[in-house]
């Protein structure tokens, strides 16, 4: 038998905890200039107590092909991906309603 979760009683292979904290994220997606005008794609807004900010960035990074990093709550990836962001969480299971891109 399988670890239990602390927050729902539930089998980890049942736990559906994580799945209600992406739904109720806020998230903002907005673009940033760094050292010598390369161009970061920001996402903040994540709970990184409910959600696992490195193993999602670690996914957004392998989707598009680019380097970035999960620090201070935010997801900074390499690159302009503003317009792909969107589609992308929504298929990991974030609420198309909460993406904010600015």
């Given at each position: ?85 969107k589609?992308?969480l929504v ?12």
């Amino acid at each position: 038998m399988g670890e239990i979760c602390t927050k729902c009683g539930l089998v980890k292979e049942l736990c559906v905890c994580e799945t209600i904290a992406k739904e109720s994220q806020l998230i903002k997606v907005f673009l940033e200039n760094k050292k010598f005008r390369k161009v970061y794609t920001i996402i903040e807004g994540i709970d990184q107590k409910e959600i696992g900010i490195k193993d999602l960035a670690k996914k957004l990074k392998a989707q598009f092909a680019c380097g970035g990093t999960a620090k201070e709550g935010k997801i900074e990836l390499q690159g302009n991906h503003k317009n792909k962001v969107k589609a992308i969480l929504v298929d990991m299971g974030f609420s198309p309603d909460s993406i904010e891109i600015k």
